[in-house]
């Protein structure tokens, strides 16, 4: 759990520190003065003050902030006062934090895919490059056999035994067909669970309605897919691309039930569904835990990017319309708006959190 949680707690900072390097370094390089680079968010720690920038740390490891000189100003004749710059250079400044996430997003896929990219060994894309395929599980249910006698998500099965029988299974449906034959006997199961060899015992009565033995595990056949350094580049493009095209249709399906007047609650995932997440990716290796850190930056970017006031979407929606009208919203109106956008997304996040403990608890 500690692990899990500190974990989960760098993820998150990692996808927050790298959205704000963005606004930070953008601003930065169009001479507009930042006054506050948060690690974390208050209360502040201590702070260094390096130049006109306040570096600050504070308590809770959220994440992080940056505060631009000006950010809530509309006129300006200050040349580092963010108001003072064109509409496009704010622009520029305000989607360089989406923009990073998805670089940082690009550089992890290709990190992994020059590591090697977990995938599963029986699909016709991926499934012919698959090194060294392990019958792995990916889901053991509640009150089951297999969650009686201490199977964990991650664990590969390297071999089966009843009775004078063995089998080292090559694929999903020796494991099932095994089960299946040794019915009302002791099975025992050889994992490999993070390099460690371990036996379990279980007997499995027949199930009355399938007629099959019932183990209570999800498995999938997963191998590495591994590239050279420059195939990883171009991997990790490709991966990057499907992610965000995934992810936008996932987004829009959401959106259509919602307007349907549909139960989402299963689709979407708050903090406590993303800590879960995150803890279970910690039993299938480091390469998980960087593809599902790089698909929760994809994630991230793409949810900024919507037009909704308090996001970074919603303030270049008005910096557009500030370009078609010919000047600013007044402060009063974005205010308003940011403020308004801002408890709806605190409160759907409660909504999210809610589903996430009636689900799990």
């Given at each position: 759990?500690?692990?899990?949680l500190?974990?989960?707690?760098?993820?998150?900072a990692v996808?927050?520190l790298v959205h704000?390097?963005?606004h930070?370094?953008?601003?930065?390089r169009?001479?507009?003065r930042?006054?506050?680079?948060?690690?974390?968010f208050p209360?502040?720690?201590?702070s260094v003050k390096?130049?006109e920038t306040?570096?600050?740390?504070?308590l809770l490891p959220?994440?992080?902030?940056?505060?631009?000189?000006?950010e809530?100003?509309?006129?300006?004749?200050?040349?580092?006062n963010?108001?003072?710059?064109?509409?496009?250079?704010r622009a520029?400044i305000i989607a360089?934090?989406?923009?990073f996430?998805l670089?940082l997003a690009y550089?992890l896929?290709?990190?992994?895919f020059?590591?090697?990219?977990p995938?599963?060994a029986?699909?016709?894309l991926?499934?012919r490059?698959?090194q060294n395929?392990?019958?792995t599980?990916?889901?053991?249910l509640?009150?089951s056999?297999?969650e009686s006698i201490g199977?964990k998500?991650g664990?590969?099965i390297?071999?089966?035994k009843?009775?004078?029988?063995?089998?080292?299974?090559?694929?999903?449906n020796?494991?099932?067909?095994?089960?299946?034959?040794n019915?009302g006997?002791?099975?025992?199961?050889?994992i490999l669970?993070?390099g460690?060899?371990?036996d379990f015992?279980?007997?499995?009565?027949?199930d009355?309605?399938?007629s099959?033995g019932i183990?209570g595990?999800?498995m999938?056949?997963?191998?590495i897919?591994?590239k050279?350094?420059f195939?990883?580049?171009?991997?990790?493009?490709k991966?990057t691309?499907?992610?965000?095209l995934g992810?936008l249709?996932?987004?829009?399906?959401i959106?259509?039930?919602?307007?349907?007047?549909?139960n989402v609650?299963?689709?979407v995932?708050?903090?406590?569904?993303?800590f879960s997440?995150v803890?279970a990716?910690?039993n299938?290796g480091y390469a998980?835990l960087?593809?599902?850190?790089?698909t929760?930056?994809?994630?991230l970017?793409?949810?900024n990017f919507?037009?909704?006031?308090?996001l970074?979407g919603g303030r270049?929606?008005?910096?557009?319309?500030?370009?078609?009208?010919?000047r600013?919203v007044?402060q009063?109106?974005?205010?308003l708006a940011?403020s308004?956008?801002f408890a709806?997304l605190i409160?759907?996040?409660?909504i999210v959190t809610?589903?996430d403990?009636?689900?799990?608890?």
């Amino acid at each position: 759990m500690i692990v899990s949680l500190v974990v989960f707690f760098a993820v998150l900072a990692v996808l927050v520190l790298v959205h704000e390097f963005g606004h930070f370094l953008a601003a930065r390089r169009r001479g507009v003065r930042i006054e506050e680079f948060g690690f974390g968010f208050p209360p502040r720690l201590f702070s260094v003050k390096k130049g006109e920038t306040l570096y600050s740390f504070n308590l809770l490891p959220f994440g992080g902030f940056v505060k631009i000189f000006g950010e809530d100003s509309q006129h300006s004749q200050d040349p580092e006062n963010f108001a003072s710059r064109s509409v496009s250079q704010r622009a520029a400044i305000i989607a360089a934090g989406v923009f990073f996430n998805l670089i940082l997003a690009y550089f992890l896929f290709s990190f992994v895919f020059w590591l090697g990219m977990p995938v599963d060994a029986d699909d016709p894309l991926w499934g012919r490059e698959a090194q060294n395929p392990q019958i792995t599980v990916i889901e053991v249910l509640p009150s089951s056999p297999a969650e009686s006698i201490g199977l964990k998500k991650g664990d590969k099965i390297i071999e089966l035994k009843s009775g004078g029988e063995s089998a080292k299974p090559a694929g999903i449906n020796d494991v099932q067909n095994f089960i299946n034959e040794n019915q009302g006997r002791a099975i025992n199961l050889e994992i490999l669970r993070k390099g460690e060899k371990l036996d379990f015992s279980v007997v499995l009565p027949q199930d009355r309605q399938s007629s099959n033995g019932i183990l209570g595990i999800a498995m999938a056949n997963i191998g590495i897919l591994k590239k050279s350094m420059f195939g990883a580049l171009w991997f990790g493009m490709k991966e990057t691309l499907s992610t965000i095209l995934g992810t936008l249709k996932g987004l829009v399906f959401i959106l259509g039930l919602l307007f349907s007047g549909e139960n989402v609650s299963g689709l979407v995932s708050g903090p406590i569904g993303i800590f879960s997440i995150v803890g279970a990716s910690l039993n299938f290796g480091y390469a998980f835990l960087f593809t599902l850190t790089a698909t929760l930056s994809v994630n991230l970017a793409l949810i900024n990017f919507f037009p909704i006031p308090a996001l970074d979407g919603g303030r270049l929606l008005f910096l557009a319309i500030e370009a078609l009208r010919g000047r600013p919203v007044s402060q009063k109106a974005a205010g308003l708006a940011h403020s308004l956008g801002f408890a709806i997304l605190i409160l759907l996040m409660i909504i999210v959190t809610y589903y996430d403990l009636k689900t799990r608890f």
